[in-house]
């Protein structure tokens, strides 16, 4: 009905091309609009001035020679000062922009290593950016942002790369562990050494008291008994820690023990034979 009258509707973010028996006349803005078709005016199309997405996916090559496909988001929009451009001077614009991204990016991505295109894959969306923004300009579109989403190596190669980085992080794993093991070895050393010396420590001073006891029982018994000598005491004394090994013996029964020839006459022999040896040591010193 409003085009039998010869009005048209322009929605928001739109803008319509005008012509007249063919030729450009105007572009309208959003509202409504008489157009007398009578006098040869018409709407040639409308014209979206909304943000539009076109994802591109390029398969190129690397320095190190592996195939890679790289995925380019291109965010773009025409101008509304620039609607006749954007209208009539390209027929297919995804296909136009499809075509700029393919040549930068194959142009880029083979200058680059694998691990370089996923460090650098900022500095390859500026550079599609840069040559987008200068050759779509002329025909009356912004590119509002690029992106590259997605860099997506071979199937084989994302198998290689991610066993390197396993065997990575297994090496760092084994280390650490051989580490703290070093570490427990360490501390369990030092903790042997310091119980071993503190050990001897008492074993000295086990020694020191029981010589301690002998010579006081010696002096003691010596004076309290006129007469006796510190040869009978040590004799006496001998033989008592004698007697308390044989029964200390005799009262286990899973002992394993090597017996000599003993008897009465046997004490007097070992008694002998252990003040020998300390005169001895003694005339050594």
């Known amino acids: 009905m409003g085009q039998a009258l010869g009005c048209i509707q322009v929605d928001q973010s739109t803008v319509a091309i005008t ?18 078709w009578c006098f040869g005016k018409q709407a040639a199309g409308f014209l979206s001035l909304r943000v539009q997405q076109l994802d591109v996916k390029c398969e190129t090559k690397t320095k190190d020679n592996v195939f890679v496909n790289v995925v380019a988001s291109i965010q773009y929009r025409a101008l509304a000062e620039k609607a006749q451009d954007a209208f009539y001077k390209l027929s297919n614009t995804r296909a136009q922009i499809q075509s700029y991204v393919f040549d930068v990016i194959r142009a880029s991505v083979p200058k680059l290593e694998l691990d370089a295109v996923f460090e650098q894959k900022n500095d390859i ?5 840069d040559e987008l923004e200068k050759a779509m300009s002329h025909y009356g579109f912004e590119i509002v942002q690029t992106l590259i989403v997605d860099i997506e190596p071979d199937e084989h190669v994302k198998r290689a790369m991610n066993e390197i980085n396993a065997a990575a992080r297994l ?3 084994a280390n650490e562990k051989a580490e703290a093991e070093k570490i427990l070895q360490i501390k369990r050393a030092e903790g042997d050494a310091e119980s071993k010396y503190l050990a001897g420590l008492g074993v000295a001073r086990q020694r020191q ?3 301690d006891g002998l010579r006081d029982s010696v002096l003691a018994f010596s004076v309290n008994v006129p007469g006796t000598t510190s040869k009978d005491v040590m004799d006496m004394v001998l033989v008592t820690q004698y007697f308390d090994t044989m029964k200390e013996i005799g009262a286990s029964s899973k002992s394993n023990s090597v017996f000599i020839p003993h008897g009465p006459g046997a004490v007097r022999d070992i008694t002998s034979q252990i003040r020998d040896g300390l005169l001895q040591g003694r005339t050594v010193e």
């Open 19 to 36: 012509e007249t028996f063919g030729k450009f006349d105007e572009v309208l803005e959003p509202g409504c609009h008489c157009l007398p």
């Open 125 to 129: 969306a500026k550079a599609v950016e």
């Open 171 to 173: 090496r760092v794993a």
């Open 209 to 211: 008291a029981i010589v």
